[in-house]
């Protein structure tokens, strides 16, 4: 049976490898045909689209105007800053929430977590009506705190659902030390934090996927020039620059750039944090 | 290798709808891509096609979720299996899929709440503009015109909260049926 297993695993080994191979052609391909278009020319990308910019096509050109027309760097700005104002209030938010619920087990914490887990299904777009009312109300339209705080609301239940597996760990041994050391419930959640720091780090990379790549409340809360996000920005510059392609092929480049590198370098806490949030 | 794989194949994932529109866009489009045949323009092919490039994009979350599923099944019933000489086909379908199916019904029914809402990548390809003889008008976009309005229809706050209210009991109503039959029938076979 020895040698059949390994001749087995060895054909089987690649028929795996080469249908895997497949489908990340099929996921790459397109991506990695973008990328070599943004550094030709004109001429370089309608003749030979497929090909490699060679010495004469090669370019900088369709970045350079992408950088310059529109308001590109505004836009990487504002949707920085919305993304980590996000990520930040949600992960204190969730984790507040959390050691809450798992703390002080009432009828009403098993209220708050059914609440929490109706939350994550519920789309929160079709509030938009209401949200932007709100937000003419409070006078906060086309801010950034506008989208913060919409994206904190998304956000928030998917965060609590994950850091409340993640607190249930933590040993009550420990709490019940500091509490009798003289620490008040604060510091207890203080020192409770670092031994969640995975569960953090998964809340973070789930949301600020989303956020930054979101179209919809960009579009309805803060459309203005000033305070648009790279997301709603590349969309108007492909509505806009419809025939300068090398622009706009160096500005779609340029926008998925920074999260495709957030991504590969954080790739485990992403998986992770995807795969623990949805499995209950 | 399985780190490698998975990253690539998740990266689809990380680009925002507005990239994946337009990629696909040049890349089957008549002039310049591969396809001779003008898949967003013509009314048959339009929802379709756009439907298959939200898939491609969207496959990783899936993956991501099934592939640590999968790794929290217990190994050795996987040894016991094949010490008994099962082919790694039967293996996957009596073993495997019964052992996650919570998992797939968990992500069908929350990938079906978040496409039904899919007005990005509509808005990144259309722009607002219903499709071909309104062939890729979905809710989602039916919902933005109503309340904002478009061109000469002026936008109407109740219209559009009409259709907000409709979109969401039809989720409500996907998300009840789901819960009352999966949930019974997850009852039954709990290990």
Same mark, same amino acid.
């Given at each position: 049976?020895n040698?059949?297993?390994?001749v087995?695993?060895?054909?089987?080994?690649?028929?795996?490898?080469?249908?895997?191979?497949?489908?990340?052609?099929?996921?790459?391909?397109?991506?990695?045909?973008?990328?070599?278009?943004?550094? %030709?020319?004109?001429?370089g990308?309608?003749?030979?689209?497929?090909?490699?910019?060679?010495?004469?096509?090669?370019t900088l050109?369709?970045?350079?105007? #992408?950088?310059?027309?529109g308001?590109?760097l505004?836009?990487?700005?504002?949707?920085?800053?919305?993304? *980590?104002? #996000?990520?930040?209030?949600?992960?204190?938010?969730?984790?507040l929430?959390?050691?809450?619920?798992?703390?002080?087990?009432?009828?009403?914490?098993?209220?708050?977590a059914? *609440?929490? =887990?109706?939350?994550?299904?519920?789309?929160?777009?079709?509030?938009?009506?209401?949200?932007?009312?709100?937000?003419?109300?409070?006078?906060?339209?086309?801010?950034?705190?506008?989208?913060?705080?919409?994206?904190?609301?998304?956000?928030?239940? *998917?965060?609590?659902?994950?850091?409340? =597996?993640?607190?249930?760990?933590?040993?009550?041994? *420990?709490?019940?030390? #500091?509490?009798?050391?003289?620490?008040?419930e604060? %510091?207890?959640?203080?020192?409770?934090?670092?031994?969640?720091?995975?569960?953090?780090?998964?809340?973070?990379?789930?949301?600020?996927?989303?956020?930054?790549?979101?179209?919809?409340?960009?579009?309805?809360?803060?459309?203005?020039?000033?305070?648009? /996000?790279? /997301?709603?920005?590349?969309?108007?510059?492909?509505?806009?620059?419809?025939?300068?392609?090398?622009?706009?092929?160096?500005?779609?480049?340029?926008?998925?750039?920074?999260?495709?590198?957030?991504?590969?370098?954080?790739?485990?806490?992403?998986i992770?944090?995807?795969?623990?949030?949805?499995?209950? | 290798?399985?780190?490698? !794989?998975?990253t690539?194949?998740?990266?689809?994932?990380?680009?925002?709808?507005?990239?994946v529109?337009?990629?696909?866009?040049i $890349?089957?489009?008549?002039?310049?891509?591969?396809v001779?045949?003008?898949?967003?323009?013509?009314?048959l092919?339009?929802?379709?096609?756009?439907?298959?490039?939200?898939?491609?994009?969207?496959?990783?979350?899936?993956m991501?979720?099934?592939?640590?599923?999968?790794?929290?099944?217990?190994?050795n019933?996987?040894?016991?299996?094949q010490?008994?000489?099962?082919s790694? $086909?039967?293996? +996957?379908?009596?073993?495997?899929?019964?052992?996650?199916?919570?998992?797939?019904?968990? $992500?069908?029914?929350?990938?079906? $709440?978040?496409?039904?809402?899919?007005?990005?990548?509509?808005?990144?390809?259309? &722009?607002?503009?219903?499709?071909?003889?309104?062939?890729?008008?979905?809710?989602?976009?039916?919902? !933005?015109?109503?309340? +904002?309005?478009?061109?000469?229809?002026? &936008?109407?706050?109740?219209? &559009? @909260?009409?259709?907000?209210?409709?979109?969401?009991?039809?989720?409500?109503? &996907?998300?009840?049926? !789901?819960? @009352?039959?999966v949930q019974?029938?997850?009852k039954?076979?709990?290990?």
């Amino acid at each position: 049976m020895n040698k059949d297993g390994r001749v087995q695993t060895q054909s089987k080994n690649l028929v795996v490898h080469v249908s895997l191979l497949f489908f990340v052609l099929l996921a790459i391909g397109p991506i990695f045909v973008m990328v070599i278009n943004s550094f %030709k020319t004109m001429e370089g990308i309608f003749t030979g689209p497929l090909k490699l910019p060679s010495s004469e096509t090669l370019t900088l050109d369709g970045f350079k105007r #992408a950088i310059t027309q529109g308001n590109f760097l505004r836009n990487y700005a504002n949707s920085t800053i919305v993304t *980590l104002g #996000a990520t930040l209030l949600t992960v204190i938010c969730s984790c507040l929430a959390a050691y809450g619920i798992t703390e002080y087990t009432t009828k009403l914490s098993k209220m708050i977590a059914g *609440l929490f =887990t109706i939350g994550i299904m519920l789309p929160v777009s079709l509030g938009t009506i209401v949200i932007i009312k709100m937000m003419v109300w409070l006078n906060i339209l086309n801010t950034h705190i506008s989208l913060i705080l919409v994206y904190v609301g998304i956000f928030v239940p *998917l965060g609590v659902i994950l850091m409340v =597996t993640n607190f249930r760990t933590v040993s009550n041994d *420990l709490k019940e030390a #500091a509490r009798i050391d003289g620490a008040n419930e604060f %510091k207890t959640f203080l020192i409770v934090v670092p031994l969640v720091m995975p569960g953090v780090a998964a809340v973070a990379a789930i949301t600020m996927l989303p956020v930054w790549n979101d179209l919809w409340f960009p579009l309805v809360l803060t459309a203005g020039p000033k305070t648009q /996000t790279l /997301t709603l920005g590349i969309q108007q510059f492909v509505g806009t620059y419809n025939n300068d392609w090398q622009a706009l092929i160096a500005s779609l480049v340029l926008g998925a750039i920074p999260l495709i590198l957030l991504f590969t370098l954080f790739s485990k806490q992403f998986i992770k944090g995807l795969s623990d949030g949805y499995g209950k | 290798m399985t780190s490698f !794989y998975r990253t690539l194949l998740f990266i689809p994932t990380t680009l925002s709808v507005v990239i994946v529109g337009f990629i696909w866009r040049i $890349i089957i489009s008549p002039l310049w891509g591969i396809v001779d045949y003008p898949l967003l323009g013509e009314k048959l092919t339009a929802l379709p096609t756009i439907t298959l490039m939200s898939v491609w994009q969207y496959l990783g979350i899936p993956m991501v979720f099934l592939y640590s599923a999968l790794l929290s099944i217990p190994s050795n019933i996987i040894e016991a299996a094949q010490v008994d000489g099962a082919s790694d $086909i039967r293996i +996957f379908f009596r073993i495997k899929m019964p052992l996650i199916a919570p998992q797939i019904g968990i $992500i069908t029914i929350l990938t079906f $709440i978040w496409v039904f809402n899919a007005f990005d990548i509509i808005y990144a390809l259309n &722009g607002g503009m219903p499709g071909p003889d309104y062939a890729t008008d979905v809710l989602g976009t039916m919902f !933005y015109r109503t309340f +904002f309005g478009w061109g000469a229809d002026l &936008g109407n706050q109740n219209l &559009g @909260a009409a259709t907000a209210t409709v979109i969401f009991f039809i989720i409500l109503l &996907g998300t009840a049926a !789901y819960f @009352a039959v999966v949930q019974r029938r997850l009852k039954v076979s709990q290990l």
